[in-house]
């Protein structure tokens, strides 16, 4: 990456005790944004892209294999895996949001992201992020009912309700994303436009603001928290419920398959919620630039990229029906 900021990019804006009314109208925000990456120095430039397109690659095709699998396989059309397929989609689309720009920079030797870039990684980042969020709920439910209510399995989780369940995600998730995006195209930017993380994100941004950021802050406190804490909820709860549904099987068999379908979630949901904590909700003094930009990779990329894996690994199921769509691939080639 190129070292150097822009800073024509920039124009000060007028101090907030010499603005007047007509003066506040004659103020410009930055054109652009430079995104420091992981690394400034140059001789780690092509690790870095043969480590993020390593990554992109397997986590890109990890999640369209998935989907094929599902899709081609009638015995997965069920809606636990009508569920994971819309999740391997969301973690297929939020890992091209950040980090095919990044490859680019790389590749082109420069730092900088457009204004309206900046906006539109923000909406995507924040709606998949949302949309990650609703799904591993709906998935949580999903074995929830499954375990403690077998007999109503089938009315519970209808294609009805799974469909008005990803309906509602979708739609929340969308709205909270333009919510934050247009809270943000308010503000206005002008002593730094340096980003210290490799796509722009909310925090980094409202910090480089000098504009008003209050009302940003109120909403990502209220409404982001309580979006993050209520599905969150209702993972525990499921959960707690299912366990104690667990331990009243008498047959230690029974208890290992019950819990085993239930393993992958669970594996998934620790990834998710672990690493989006390491970012928001850590201490402020634990934080550091090398900290966030880790910790932001591992839920960006590393888990988008693992959860097919993890699924794989321990869905005999999935196995299945990737080894079928492989046999079927080679039959073709055969022809």
């Given at each position: 990456?190129?070292?150097?900021?822009?800073?024509?990019?920039?124009?000060?804006?007028?101090?907030?005790?010499?603005?007047?009314?007509?003066?506040?109208?004659?103020?410009?925000?930055?054109?652009?944004?430079?995104?420091?990456?992981?690394?400034?120095?140059?001789?780690?430039?092509?690790?870095?892209?043969?480590?993020?397109?390593?990554?992109?690659?397997?986590?890109?095709?990890?999640?369209?294999?998935?989907?094929?699998?599902?899709?081609?396989?009638?015995?997965?059309?069920?809606?636990?895996?009508?569920?994971?397929?819309?999740?391997?989609?969301?973690?297929?689309?939020?890992?091209?949001?950040?980090?095919?720009?990044?490859?680019?920079?790389?590749?082109?030797?420069?730092?900088?992201?457009?204004?309206?870039?900046?906006?539109?990684?923000?909406?995507?980042?924040?709606?998949?992020?949302?949309?990650?969020?609703?799904?591993?709920?709906?998935?949580?439910?999903?074995?929830?009912?499954?375990?403690?209510?077998?007999?109503?399995?089938?009315?519970?989780?209808?294609?009805?309700?799974?469909?008005?369940?990803l309906g509602s995600s979708w739609l929340i998730a969308s709205l909270h994303?333009?919510?934050?995006?247009?809270?943000?195209?308010?503000?206005?930017?002008?002593?730094?436009?340096?980003?210290?993380?490799?796509?722009?994100?909310?925090?980094?941004?409202?910090?480089?603001?000098?504009?008003?950021?209050?009302?940003?802050?109120?909403?990502?406190?209220?409404?982001?928290?309580?979006?993050?804490?209520?599905?969150?909820?209702?993972?525990?709860?499921?959960?707690?419920?299912?366990?104690?549904?667990?331990?009243?099987?008498?047959?230690?068999?029974?208890?290992?398959?019950?819990?085993?379908?239930?393993?992958?979630?669970?594996?998934?949901?620790?990834?998710?919620?672990?690493?989006?904590?390491?970012?928001?909700?850590?201490?402020?003094?634990?934080?550091?630039?090398?900290?966030?930009?880790?910790?932001?990779?591992?839920?960006?990329?590393?888990?988008?990229?693992?959860?097919?894996?993890?699924?794989?690994?321990?869905?005999?199921?999935?196995?299945?029906?990737?080894?079928?769509?492989?046999?079927?691939?080679?039959?073709?080639?055969?022809?």
């Amino acid at each position: 990456m190129g070292t150097s900021v822009s800073h024509s990019s920039v124009t000060v804006c007028l101090s907030q005790q010499d603005k007047s009314p007509m003066e506040s109208r004659n103020h410009t925000s930055t054109s652009e944004f430079i995104l420091l990456g992981l690394s400034s120095q140059p001789e780690r430039q092509e690790l870095v892209f043969g480590l993020f397109l390593v990554m992109y690659l397997v986590g890109t095709a990890g999640n369209l294999l998935m989907i094929l699998a599902i899709g081609s396989n009638v015995r997965l059309h069920t809606p636990m895996y009508f569920f994971l397929s819309n999740l391997s989609l969301v973690d297929f689309c939020f890992i091209s949001a950040t980090v095919p720009k990044m490859l680019v920079n790389i590749q082109m030797q420069t730092q900088s992201i457009s204004y309206r870039g900046c906006l539109a990684q923000i909406y995507f980042c924040i709606l998949l992020a949302n949309m990650d969020n609703f799904l591993l709920t709906a998935m949580a439910y999903d074995r929830h009912v499954a375990i403690c209510h077998p007999l109503h399995y089938s009315s519970k989780m209808s294609l009805h309700v799974c469909a008005l369940m990803l309906g509602s995600s979708w739609l929340i998730a969308s709205l909270h994303s333009l919510l934050h995006t247009l809270l943000m195209a308010r503000l206005d930017f002008c002593d730094s436009n340096v980003i210290p993380y490799f796509f722009c994100d909310l925090l980094p941004l409202l910090q480089l603001s000098c504009s008003n950021t209050q009302l940003n802050q109120l909403m990502i406190l209220l409404v982001g928290g309580m979006i993050v804490l209520m599905p969150f909820l209702g993972i525990i709860v499921s959960y707690t419920r299912i366990v104690s549904a667990v331990l009243r099987i008498p047959s230690a068999r029974g208890k290992q398959k019950a819990f085993s379908t239930c393993g992958s979630h669970l594996t998934v949901v620790i990834f998710f919620y672990g690493t989006i904590t390491g970012v928001y909700l850590s201490p402020s003094s634990s934080h550091s630039a090398d900290k966030d930009s880790l910790a932001s990779v591992m839920y960006m990329v590393v888990t988008p990229m693992l959860n097919p894996f993890i699924y794989c690994l321990r869905n005999k199921d999935i196995k299945g029906a990737l080894r079928k769509l492989f046999s079927l691939k080679a039959l073709f080639c055969e022809l």
